[in-house]
């Protein structure tokens, strides 16, 4: 068991998933907060043959799990994949509760030592960490704020959000204010500012490959709330003072950043919602051994990218972590 024990849960047994066939799922639940107990999901899908390798990822915002290949892909090399929705997002969300609702990004903290708990338990000795965007953020403060944990052997971010996507004024007059008010005023709203054509690129009833429920990952998303750009502002600085890691990190993000206002090439091989030199950025400020790679062609989700942009993905994924011993 790792030794950054998680405060008290209780978890339900294994049961098929939502994406059925081989996926199931356990319910972790957590004391209360200001609306309801906190409820955790945690997705497995095992290789065909039993290893000690793991990987745990973590989805961003607006988001849950639901990226298949991703787990087949890691099946496939040799990994047991688990996947958490954090609480308040997909399988995680209760009637009564606000979507995605969090105050400081430390509350996710004991859903993934839960999980890393959970994985342990289940006879594996290694564990990559892996996030998405929002997820990539929660990983990478997770890694550095647990340096010496025995599972975690390399960190996968998947274009993390190391700084908002606005312009330079913004950045330096407007987000502190608007993150200082968070503090005390959390329900107030604020523009998103997200690209209206992302979740358009990805799903199946629109330009996409993709099938994943519209009301867990939703097409638009107008406004924040405050408490949820705090939560980043604050978490951000960690990251942009360069963190320290003790596990090998693989960065990738797309070659280019765009913004549409009309569906074309561009919401098709670009990054319509982060800002890829911001994560070139502060990735090269993170201490410790990591590795930033950009990828031809690809969506903010690296891997729902078109076939070949996704190929790439994981050849390179898998060919570092081999690299690394992983």
């Known amino acids: 068991m790792p030794m950054n024990t998680a405060s008290s849960y209780t978890v339900s047994p294994y049961q098929t998933d939502i994406l059925a066939g081989d996926?199931?799922?356990?319910?972790?639940?957590?004391?209360?907060?200001?609306?309801?107990?906190?409820i955790a999901t945690l997705v497995r899908k095992k290789a065909a043959t039993a290893t000690p390798k793991a990987v745990l990822y973590i989805h961003g915002f607006l988001d849950y799990f639901f990226q298949t290949e991703m787990a087949e892909q890691f099946n496939q090399h040799g990994y047991d994949f688990y996947a958490l929705d954090l609480h308040k997002y997909g399988r995680s969300y209760r009637s009564g509760q606000t979507f995605y609702d969090v105050r400081d990004l430390n509350e996710y903290e004991a859903e993934i030592t839960a999980a890393l708990e959970i994985i342990a338990a289940e006879g594996h000795d290694s564990a990559v960490l892996a996030g998405h965007s929002t997820g990539g953020l929660i990983t990478t403060l997770y890694a550095a704020h647990h340096p010496d944990h025995p599972l975690i052997?390399?960190?996968?971010?998947?274009?993390?959000?190391?700084?908002?996507n606005t312009s330079f004024l913004k950045k330096k007059l407007a987000l502190p204010?608007?993150?200082?008010?968070?503090?005390?005023?959390?329900?107030?709203?604020?523009?998103?500012?997200l690209n209206p054509w992302y979740t358009k690129s990805l799903h199946q009833d629109y330009y996409g490959e993709w099938s994943f429920d519209l009301n867990w990952k939703p097409t638009v998303y107008p406004k924040v709330f405050l408490s949820f750009i705090h939560a980043i502002y604050e978490a951000q600085k960690e990251i942009h003072a360069g963190a320290?890691?003790?596990?090998?990190?693989?960065?990738?993000h797309s070659h280019q950043s765009r913004n549409?206002?009309?569906?074309?090439?561009?919401?098709?091989?670009?990054?319509?919602?982060?800002?890829?030199?911001?994560?070139?950025?502060?990735?090269?400020?993170?201490?410790?051994?990591?590795?930033?790679?950009t990828i031809k062609n690809g969506l903010h989700d690296l891997v729902l990218s078109a076939v070949p942009v996704r190929a790439?993905?994981?050849?390179?994924?898998?060919a570092w972590l081999k690299d690394k011993g992983c």
């Open 177 to 193: 204010r608007v993150s200082a008010l968070g503090k005390y005023l959390p329900k107030l709203k604020f523009p998103s500012e």
């Open 23 to 38: 996926y199931q799922q356990l319910t972790l639940t957590f004391a209360a907060d200001q609306q309801s107990p906190v």
């Open 244 to 252: 320290k890691l003790n596990v090998p990190a693989l960065i990738m």
């Open 153 to 164: 052997k390399a960190l996968w971010n998947n274009s993390p959000f190391y700084d908002f």
């Open 312 to 318: 790439q993905v994981y050849q390179k994924l898998f």
């Open 260 to 293: 549409p206002r009309r569906w074309g090439t561009d919401a098709q091989n670009s990054d319509v919602i982060l800002s890829v030199k911001d994560i070139a950025k502060y990735a090269n400020k993170l201490q410790g051994d990591v590795t930033v790679m």
